[in-house]
């Protein structure tokens, strides 16, 4: 009977990745520990595995402090403003750059993403100062329609339409169909991973911003997730339990929204860098 040879690399590589998924999933397992337990208990060193009285009520809490309800329905708003904004108009952007030809589209489309190479609270000032005059402040306006377009998304669906064969467009323009048909019927169904990609990415961003909201908005009932949850953090006291609830609570949408939409997701970043 011949003795199977063990193979240490595939061993070593799984070793690696139980590693790796511990160092991801700890920090997740503490916040819902955290949530679960007493502020009190919270302090205590050594920190407890597991809560000594488990406290379910501090969701309940969480809600009603700090009109975190409000703030969980504004960060929706928000959210689904900027997403459904970046895709249409970075999309349409992208669409343009990719298969139209005018003068400077390079330098256009240089320009674009060159901003990317800036941190984006070199703007913070004159943005301010802008939708000061525009009387925006503390509106849904404010939140939403500055962040309907970015670098990113323009590049990163212009490699997508970029991918797709150019005799597609040709055999297109051939047939009369206009620019927008083009574009609406044809280059935006066979890039839909692209599009989920990039409405991710822009979700994710959007219900985690915090130095947005918290410069352009100063009313309690314009307040987003991220803003209620800083509420927690006191100038002599933090109440870790309840920070840590509002984190859990506030994370799940989009856990949701990634289980639901990982296949695209997965797809378009594989998809990304085909043709440049």
């Not at 007493?38 to 402090?65: K, R």
């Amino acid at each position: 009977m011949m003795v199977k040879k063990v193979n240490w690399k595939n061993i070593l590589v799984h070793i690696f990745l139980i590693l790796g998924a511990v160092v991801v999933v700890l920090p997740f397992y503490w916040m819902v520990i955290t949530a679960l337990k007493t502020n009190a208990e919270t302090m205590t060193i050594p920190p407890t595995l597991l809560p000594q009285n488990w406290q379910f009520g501090n969701f309940i809490e969480v809600l009603q402090e700090f009109n975190f309800g409000m703030a969980y329905l504004n960060t929706i708003i928000v959210t689904a403003g900027r997403t459904l904004g970046q895709v249409l108009f970075c999309s349409m952007a992208a669409f343009a750059i990719a298969t139209m030809r005018f003068p400077f589209r390079n330098v256009i489309f240089i320009m674009m993403i060159s901003v990317l190479m800036f941190p984006p609270e070199m703007f913070m000032i004159p943005v301010y100062n802008l939708m000061n005059a525009f009387n925006w402040l503390d509106t849904y306006y404010v939140l939403t329609v500055p962040i309907m377009a970015s670098g990113f998304g323009i590049f990163l669906l212009r490699q997508f339409f970029m991918s797709l064969p150019k005799d597609l467009f040709e055999a297109a323009r051939i047939d009369g169909c206009s620019y927008p048909r083009i574009y609406w019927s044809i280059y935006m169904p066979l890039t839909i991973p692209g599009l989920v990609s990039l409405a991710i990415f822009v979700a994710v961003v959007s219900w985690n911003d915090f130095l947005w909201p918290l410069i352009m908005t100063s009313s309690p009932d314009m307040q987003v997730v991220s803003v209620a949850i800083s509420n927690f953090v006191g100038q002599h006291n933090t109440n870790y339990s309840l920070m840590m609830a509002g984190s859990v609570i506030s994370i799940l949408p989009l856990m949701v929204l990634y289980i639901i939409l990982q296949r695209y997701f997965i797809e378009g970043i594989a998809l990304t860098g085909v043709k440049g």
